[in-house]
DNA sequence: TGGGTTATGTTATATCATATCACGAATCTA
DNA sequence: TAGATTCGTGATATGATATAACATAACCCA
């Protein structure tokens, strides 16, 4: 499977479908998707990139007064286990998983300008890594595929030699 | 170029070619290469797989009383941008680097048993990802590759299911 | 309805990282 | 070689991220 999900243009029926599919996916495996769990799951979705989880904590504390960090990294754990959303080692922040349905090991492509995070689930990555750590002798359990730099609509706009960092 | 390097099973000189490497890489490049720097990378290596910053100010402290936080950050950042070590984001932790001479962009298989780490450097996973970026559109700057699970030795020596994180 | 299990609350603390200012040493330049 | 400049480090404070440990509440189901 090769897949690329730029978010949808209609963000909000983008969360909805996100939120639908986690639900329903919860209940196929008996798991609890919770009122908190639910509202974590969509605050992250409802940022526009990535959200560090202090940043979830403050806009839940906009409505839950007693959320410490334990809740929001509980419900993040959660979400993460469940797939529904992925962790960003290279930002330390959390974006929604496109593609809830399997657990996968997806690649982020992560512009340096915008900020944005795009999911991509390409099998020539996935396997060559596999293949050739398995030439090491190496067992693969998860990887993680974080690739900087910058995506084609700021391309565009700056195509310049603009540097970040 | 496509290299494995774990770490030299004589460790002391493995980490005095480090050491000497780095100090004449400084000298081609007119960067210096401090009694400090050269320390820090010492003690990076001297570990036995990847290293926390906090770690390494422990062991710093033990000879340099007055060590802080941004003494260890700033010759770990100075380290970093030479080449001579490698970040791994996933651990938030340091790990020497095996070829220092040429600024790569590596692969890392993190052992989830015996916790070290093996640099390999694969142009397959390299281009396949800067390929498949480059379909989406997306311009590469840098590639985080960390692949967990098991190694070869530990694999030999507990086979089974034995389960970790 | 009681007892196990799961989820959340609560407090405290661990861990990781940077901002900022001071100051002397190294380097540059005229 | 004097003076300017940059660089490396010291020192203090704080910001940012994450978890331990224990208490309570909600849920489930026999």
Not at 51 to 64: N, S, T
Not at 113 to 137: N, Q
């Amino acid at each position: 499977m090769e897949t690329l999900s730029f978010k949808d243009h209609d963000h909000s029926r983008c969360i909805s479908n996100a939120l639908g599919s986690a639900e329903r996916i919860c209940e196929e495996r008996s798991v609890r998707f919770t009122p908190l769990r639910r509202r974590v799951l969509e605050l992250v979705w409802q940022s526009h990139g990535p959200i560090g989880a202090y940043e979830v904590l403050d806009r839940l504390r906009a409505e839950r007064r007693r959320a410490a960090p334990p809740t929001v990294y509980r419900a993040l754990q959660f979400l993460g286990d469940e797939g529904f959303v992925h962790r960003i080692e290279s930002l330390n922040a959390y974006v929604g998983c496109t593609t809830p349905e399997s657990r996968h090991n997806a690649q982020y492509l992560i512009c340096g300008l915008c900020g944005e995070v795009a999911e991509i689930d390409v099998d020539e990555i996935t396997s060559a890594i596999h293949h050739r750590a398995g030439d090491f002798g190496f067992e693969v359990r998860r990887q993680t595929v974080e690739v900087a730099g910058l995506c084609s609509r700021c391309r565009v706009e700056q195509g310049d030699g603009t540097s970040f960092d």
